[in-house]
């Protein structure tokens, strides 16, 4: 028996035998000259390539249902290949520099993956694995390259390989898979959230696991505690089993708080919202039994949302606000009366959105430079155009809209300028909208909840994103590996900044929510319930657990709990 430690990807435990998904054979990118006459040639390649890549993207998603979160992503690597700004600057460089088009594809196709490799933010950072895993695709066809066919793959298999890119992804869709073992991957990955949607335990950072496993191998994939056990003895696999047949049992006894208010064991009522990424997302928040939406992030709108405007043929990546109005009237229709926290863009200093009214920059440090509500306030016509459609969707439900990386009062008074304007212009063109939307902040600087206490007379509500909050708090990178272990959220300053901004909210009589990772973990939710939080947000996903777990203390516990992290 041997035990391999890694991280937890996505909780739970399986048992199956190894297969070793095969390594992509790296490929020879051939460069050399085109004439002219063959440039026309060589893009008809890559359009006839680019379409075939879509056209087997289509018939995978047409096997899904449509509120599959697999779907949602399938639909965004179609968005990929059709962006017309990346096409537009890929035909212009093969146009300038008569190279061949594989070569081109490679060379802009690195590039905008490093973009968003060096965005500073999380979720982006994963996002580059998807820009080259689609391109990818396209240059298999250009190179005549062919990949293993999943039907190899039997159930109940446990996947092993060094990395899994997001159109492997398919075969957790057609089979059976006991568990994922993997070498590379985040926790943010499509990976790993594909893996949790469909209740597969992954476990990555498994140094070697390709060569350390061997196909066939029976193995235990500990999702929970992050360990792959190889050729497992009788006893541990009897104790692995019991395991297995007691989570089952729990999951089951969750449905029973799907549809009742999060409630401590003497009465004390919570609010569990969803956060989620895309209007598809709200119909499974509202299934898990969330209150309302706590965090709804529109920069992935932004990215994924790709128009083209007929403006003398000509393409852009402009988010029209009428496409907004309708994603945002979406959600909120689903939701009725439940309250929908709709964040404002939250983008990075990078390009990480095609827009043509955000031109690339390039920035040493993009954490720390023109992004969310600082890249909002630098280009005021997109922002203005969102809160037009946000205003006008306020129509169709209980809408709350929420500004990111907030850090001083001016920045809070400046929108609400703005916001007064657009109200302005609304009326004026005679479009329904309505005029009294909450506006609020997220708290995620050390900035903002030391001086929570003037930015509360100024804002309808706080919400706290530890992820950030912790991260400028404690000044630790977490996707660094020789830092990530020092990543500690109930480090006692990041506590104490929640506590002060708590303190804060409550003095101004605001409401206080947390929206961070935080919220939706068990340990660090009796934490946050104890200092006195009773509204979290957290992926749809953990709202039946966390309801359970708040069930079983008593006010009171849950304050003994947190008082002895405070000091």
């Known amino acids: 028996m041997n035990i391999i430690l890694g991280i937890s990807a996505a909780s739970g435990i399986g048992i199956g035998n190894v297969f070793i998904l095969p390594e992509r054979q790296e490929k020879i990118i051939p460069k050399h000259q085109i004439s002219e006459q063959e440039v026309a040639q060589e893009w008809k390649r890559f359009e006839d390539a680019s379409e075939a890549v879509s056209e087997k993207i289509k018939a995978h998603s047409k096997s899904l249902d449509p509120e599959n979160l697999q779907r949602v992503i399938f639909e965004t690597y179609l968005l990929m290949l059709t962006d017309p700004v990346f096409t537009k600057e890929l035909k212009d460089s093969l146009e300038y520099s008569r190279m061949n088009i594989e070569?081109?594809?490679?060379?802009?196709?690195?590039?905008?993956?490093?973009?968003?490799?060096?965005?500073?933010?999380?979720?982006?950072?994963?996002?580059?694995?998807?820009?080259?895993?689609?391109?990818?695709?396209?240059?298999?066809?250009?190179?005549?390259?062919?990949?293993?066919?999943?039907?190899?793959?039997?159930?109940?298999?446990?996947?092993?390989?060094?990395?899994?890119?997001?159109?492997?992804?398919?075969?957790?869709?057609?089979?059976?898979?006991?568990?994922?073992?993997?070498?590379?991957?985040?926790?943010?990955?499509?990976?790993?959230?594909?893996?949790?949607?469909?209740?597969?335990?992954?476990?990555?950072?498994?140094?070697?696991?390709?060569?350390?496993?061997?196909?066939?191998?029976?193995?235990?994939?500990?999702?929970?505690?992050?360990?792959?056990?190889?050729?497992?003895?009788?006893?541990?696999?009897?104790?692995?089993?019991?395991?297995?047949?007691?989570?089952?049992?729990?999951?089951?006894s969750l449905k029973k708080f799907r549809d009742k208010k999060a409630v401590t064991a003497d009465g004390t009522e919570f609010n569990l919202y969803a956060n989620i990424g895309t209007p598809e997302e709200a119909a499974i928040a509202l299934e898990e039994g969330a209150d309302g939406i706590g965090l709804f992030r529109t920069e992935f709108l932004f990215m994924n949302t790709l128009q083209k405007l007929s403006t003398g043929g000509a393409f852009s990546s402009s988010i029209s606000e009428e496409t907004q109005f309708e994603a945002y009237k979406e959600v909120l229709s689903i939701m009725g009366d439940r309250p929908v926290t709709i964040r404002t863009l939250d983008a990075g200093g990078d390009k990480l959105v095609s827009l043509k009214e955000i031109p690339s920059m390039n920035e040493k440090n993009p954490l720390m430079g023109l992004r969310a509500i600082r890249m909002s306030l630098f280009y005021p016509q997109v922002f203005r155009t969102q809160l037009r459609a946000l205003y006008r969707a306020g129509v169709y439900g209980n809408l709350r809209i929420m500004l990111p990386l907030i850090t001083d009062v001016s920045q809070v008074e400046t929108v609400l300028g703005i916001a007064r304007g657009v109200q302005m212009s609304l009326k004026a063109d005679g479009i329904e909208y309505n005029p009294n939307v909450p506006i609020g902040i997220m708290i995620e600087t050390a900035a903002a909840a030391i001086c929570s206490d003037c930015l509360a007379p100024h804002c309808a509500f706080f919400s706290l994103g530890t992820n950030d909050l912790t991260q400028y708090t404690i000044g630790i990178d977490r996707e660094n590996p020789a830092v990530a272990p020092n990543y500690n959220e109930f480090h006692l300053a990041v506590l104490r900044m929640i506590q002060f901004t708590i303190k804060a909210a409550q003095n101004e009589k605001i409401p206080l929510s947390v929206c961070g990772e935080m919220a939706g973990r068990k340990e660090s939710a009796i934490i946050l319930a104890g200092m006195g939080i009773r509204n979290l947000s957290m992926s749809p996903k953990q709202i039946p657990i966390i309801k359970e777990t708040l069930s079983q203390f008593t006010i009171q516990e849950l304050q003994n709990i947190s008082s002895s992290s405070l000091f």
């Open 103 to 252: 070569f081109i594809l490679k060379t802009k196709t690195e590039e905008y993956a490093e973009r968003l490799r060096n965005s500073g933010n999380d979720y982006l950072a994963e996002r580059s694995h998807d820009i080259e895993d689609v391109f990818g695709q396209v240059m298999d066809i250009l190179l005549d390259y062919h990949a293993f066919n999943i039907d190899e793959v039997p159930d109940g298999a446990v996947l092993v390989a060094s990395s899994m890119k997001t159109s492997d992804t398919v075969i957790l869709s057609k089979r059976k898979i006991a568990g994922l073992a993997l070498t590379e991957g985040g926790v943010s990955s499509h990976v790993a959230i594909l893996a949790k949607s469909y209740s597969i335990p992954a476990v990555v950072g498994l140094e070697n696991i390709v060569k350390i496993l061997h196909d066939g191998e029976q193995v235990i994939v500990d999702g929970i505690l992050g360990e792959i056990i190889a050729s497992p003895d009788s006893a541990t696999l009897i104790e692995y089993k019991t395991q297995i047949a007691a989570q089952e049992k729990y999951i089951l």
